[in-house]
């Protein structure tokens, strides 16, 4: 094993963290495009051309996704079991929007039938806003802790309800990533769309750009402010087997701004994220729908790791019982595993990148109506 | 403590999450190389009907795929949502072989299938081969990693629990790899995925050649099928085989069970075809045996014996009190008391832990379980044997069907006849869900046989839930079937549609219900789609 586990454990907080930038900068844009296609398609053509776009690619993009799932599950398994179970109405909420997707891509446009196509024209929609909102939902859980507790056999239990989830910064934390992902998916719309959809995507870009500007601005200052974070007071060493019971936490004013006092640095991430929406909005303004396709993922994925900055080593807090908070120290799997997972996306996330490119460049170009009236019968 | 109603509403939820995910899968995983094995025909021919077959195939193979990855999501998010206390006990090896499915198939079948469908007109034919030939190779990977994680619930090697982190640890991920219960579920389940393919492929260009339309494309496509069909219900009785092997060698209750072997038969033991297990008394009536063939199968000799479950229940009780005992050292060690003494003693008997934790059903203590308890936990060890029974011989008489019907099949086409023996062409039609079936008994057995245990031996299946109230399954149970049941309305009535349609699906004009209507612009194609154009009309 060449890389000690205290290593190890910070890289894999890491690559968490990759995975889900990888997952909002691909599946991203098919969702957020997808909850922008009953608005920016008005006619059928127009619905085709959006889903277009997006067909060859939906797939290949929510596997980040699953990959960041499962990774949690290898990586972090008390994660994984304590953080699915506690949030399960939502997490269901999330798995029957994404059922929408699969099928609303293959089946919409193999039947005439206007009101079938109409209602999986919802049902993407549906399955691209709803897991949006409430991934934000739940990171702003994450930030706010949730109500959660162990007993000695390490068995979590949660002790809230799907509607204490639902607390106004956690709805704050819902729109800034419902935002972000569309104005992602704009971007995506204007880089790969023919006119009007182009047009339209162009505007949504700026509008939803603005969103993301004012709603991370909010929950920054209020997150300064009002919201109380978590501090470590005592803990075993940073290298030791992961138990979740053995340290001890208090909730403290302003604690999720230490990080910025410690390491200035860490001030790159939400300057990433308001500079990246910015840059969209203004790059799609200047008719460069690729630079706003790129400052739209800078963007995400500043503000993906200021949240992660802000609540290191945390990734969920308990409120109720703040010592057995979980942390990237304490959750870990076992050193072996960790080793094992490192070198597998070692190897593999370079291959996955270089045949992603492969495929996303023999397929490039503007999806048009001629197109979609070209190929009726074999399009989505 | 949780309820027994959240343990049985969770099992009931996983059991129709998983066996309806595994309708879509074999075809995935038989149709994917039947496209391959089509287009290679189309690249080194260039005979276009070869093309139009893997476009027509792919249009199913499609809608079938769309549904497989629907209810796969279901499976990954599942363990965590509803089997919370199973995902932090065993999540530090059963996590791996998931993530490493996602970062070495998964991603590999889901970005070259969105090139399978759009890409004819962007790539070379070479170039698209190799597509169709990644996404068949890449949903083949993605079974085997999911069958190494299940593979390592039936026999969990190459791990430990550990008490300061409360949980079974990796030891050697090699073993985990190389577990030969993972080997052979891997080389079964994929052989019965092939068998699935080939007869939808059969059956339903037999449906053509009986309605005597498109014959030339329904020839050659029953032709692949019978080819590929026999080759594979051959590989999938004989793997089969080899993992009744592997039963007699680690999963020795599964195998009594399957067999209704009460008790150890003196060597050779024989192979029931017949009988009713009895489970209250403890005996199988009217069985009619095959002498030897058991201990043939199970031992791969004439002088090993295969135990019987009267004789488990015995190993199992003493590996019960064993439990008892390793669950008191570790509440000790839990509370702090991790003196050298106590640590040896645990880690001699940690084994039987799991034994222990069977107890936690009728006293959460454990050590403090009465004599009535033990004896009630060690007829907890074995499964009801008689849906085991029952649905192996099922899955078995179907098995030997399938290598009938494909062998005929194969011999009739070889004699250019297929096409008249109408009686083999509706025995093909009749048959398509006949490995759907199959495939879910075998599951079955595999899974419910496991029973009492989640993790074989280690974790008993009612602690590994979450901690839910009934309110919250009641609803999660409710969701699926209503989304679940609708969208195999939704499925079934596309896949009909499509296979009626046939190739003239694909508007080449060259079909039976596009000839004569060839000369009409597209979409004017014959009546093939009920509703006149709307959608040009804005």
Known sequence: ?380 | MIGADVVDLSRLQFAITAMYHFLFVPLTLGLSFILVIMESVYVMTGKTIYKDMTKFWGKLFGINFALGVTTGITMEFQFGTNWAYYSHYVGDIFGAPLAIEGLMAFFLESTFIGLFFFGWERLSRRQHLMVTFLTAFASNMSALWILVANGWMQNPVGSEFSFETMRMEMTSFAEVLLNPVAQVKFVHTVSAGYVTGALFVLGISAYYMLKGRDLEFARRSFAVAAAFGLASSLSVVILGDESGYELGDVQKVKLAAIESEWETQEAPAGFTLFGIPDQENETTDYSVKIPWALGLIATRSVDEEVTGLKDLKVQHESRIRNGMEAYGLLQKLRSGQTDEATKARFNAIKDDLGYGLLLKKYTPEVVDATEKQILMAVDDTIPQVAPLFWSFRLMVALGFWFILLFGLSFLYCAKRDAGRKQWLLKAALYSIPLPWISCELGWFVAEYGRQPWSIGEVLPTHLSTSTLGTGDLWFSLAGFIGFYTLLLVIEMYLMFKYARLGPSALHTGRYHFEVGAAAAPMGGGAGLIPQPMQTHVE
């Open chain 1, 1 to 380: 094993m060449i890389l000690d586990y205290e290593t190890l454990k910070l890289v894999w907080w890491l690559l968490v963290g990759v995975l889900l930038i990888g997952f909002v900068i691909t599946d991203g844009f098919d969702m957020g495009a997808g909850a922008l296609l009953p608005f920016l398609g008005r006619s059928d053509e127009e619905r085709r051309v959006i889903i277009n776009t997006l067909g060859p690619h939906w797939d290949g993009n929510q596997v980040w996704f699953i990959t960041a799932g499962g990774a949690i599950f290898a990586a972090w398994p008390a994660v994984y079991a304590a953080a699915f179970s506690g949030f399960y109405v939502a997490m269901l909420l999330v798995l029957f929007a994404l059922f929408f997707r699969p099928v609303g891509f293959d089946y919409r446009s193999k039947v005439e039938d206007p009101r079938w196509r109409s209602a999986w024209d919802w049902g993407l929609f549906v399955g691209g806003a709803v897991p949006a909102l409430l991934f934000g939902v739940a990171f702003g859980n994450l930030i706010l802790g949730v109500p959660f507790e162990y007993d000695t056999f390490l068995r979590p239990t949660y002790t809230g309800s799907f509607f204490g989830l639902l607390r106004p910064f956690a709805l704050l934390a819902g729109v800034v990533s419902l935002s972000m992902l569309i104005m992602h998916g704009a971007t995506w719309l204007q880089l790969r769309a023919g006119q009007p959809i182009e047009a339209r995507a162009r505007k949504t870009v700026m509008v939803a750009g603005s969103a993301v500007i004012v709603s991370f601005g909010v929950a920054g200052i209020w997150l300064a402010l009002g919201i109380p974070g978590y501090e470590i007071v005592s803990m075993p060493a940073t290298d030791a087997l992961p138990n979740p019971l053995a340290k001890e936490v208090v909730q403290a004013e302003g604690a999720w701004m230490a990080n910025y006092g410690r390491y200035p640095w860490m001030i790159l991430a939400p300057m990433l994220g308001f500079v990246g929406a910015l840059g969209a909005i203004l790059m799609a303004g200047a008719k460069r729908p690729g630079l706003a396709f790129t400052s739209s993922a800078a963007s995400m994925s500043g503000i993906i790791f200021t949240a992660g900055f802000s609540m290191f080593p945390f990734i969920m807090p308990s409120i109720t019982v703040p010592d057995v908070s979980l942390t990237m120290w304490d959750a870990p799997s076992s050193h072996l595993t960790l080793t094992v997972m490192f070198w597998a996306a070692v190897i593999f996330v370079p291959i996955i990148l270089a045949y992603t490119v492969w495929c996303y460049r023999a397929l490039w170009g503007r999806t048009t109506v001629e197109f979609i009236r070209e190929h009726n019968y074999d399009a989505y």
